[in-house]
């Protein structure tokens, strides 16, 4: 069953939680990044997850001591998972990783990214992120749900892990197509937090997710 992922990029701490409340029902989890923490605090994440688990998505990417310190202070302010880059190497995600369980946390692994200029450098390095990330034991990889063909090359080589996925929506992706090609989650930020009624917009986009798992599962008994 693939699952669904608030991007909750919104400025206001008070309408973040209202639309926490509103559509967690339909939700796996929340994924605070920095427009919400750095307008409301990091305690924001504390405050959400009360409600459902969060993701940190801070992409953080710096030396092994600076992520340390960086992960650290996101899971004890209440994060389950954060998002990170692997492009900065084995030690740098390591760090990542080794803090995670520390806390029973999970890490995601940005493998590539769902706008334009992405192309420019991602596709390039993509399966080394993904080999890295097996191989030091990432909870997951991020790619982009509006770039299916990428979705499928990257399913191939994470073996276990899952595949979270930006893209859908506002960006173009497809919903179908990113659950034939894998995805276990997809994040869908704007469709959902932009529209009048956040609650009717998530429960709409939970249910054409459960559709596309139920043609995934008919496409893959023939």
Do not use: W
């Not at 200029?117 to 982009?144: M, N, Q, R, T, Y």
């Amino acid at each position: 069953m693939t699952g669904l992922i608030l991007a909750l990029d919104v400025l206001d701490e008070e309408r973040a939680l209202d639309i926490v409340e509103e559509t967690r029902a339909s939700l796996t989890y929340v994924k605070v990044g920095y427009p919400l923490i750095l307008s409301a605090g990091l305690n924001i994440m504390k405050k959400i997850s009360k409600l459902i688990p969060v993701i940190a998505d801070l992409k953080v990417a710096d030396i092994p001591n600076t992520n340390r310190l960086i992960c650290r202070e996101v899971y004890e302010d209440g994060a389950e998972g954060i998002i990170c880059h692997g492009f900065t190497g084995r030690d740098s995600l390591e760090a990542c990783i080794d803090v995670s369980r520390e806390f029973d946390g999970d890490i995601y692994v940005v493998a590539d990214m769902s706008h334009p200029g992405a192309s420019a450098f991602f596709p390039d390095i993509s399966a080394k992120i993904c080999d890295l990330a097996v191989e030091l034991g990432a909870e997951g990889i991020v790619a982009p749900a509006n770039h299916p063909e990428r979705l499928k090359e990257i399913k191939k080589i994470i073996k276990g892990l899952k595949l979270i996925c930006p893209g859908v929506g506002v960006q173009g992706g497809s919903i179908l197509n990113a659950v034939l090609a894998g995805a276990d989650y997809l994040i869908v930020g704007r469709s959902i937090y932009m529209d009048k009624n956040p609650k009717i917009a998530a429960e709409r986009i939970k249910k054409a997710i459960e559709e596309a798992d139920e043609r995934s599962r008919v496409f893959r008994g023939r």
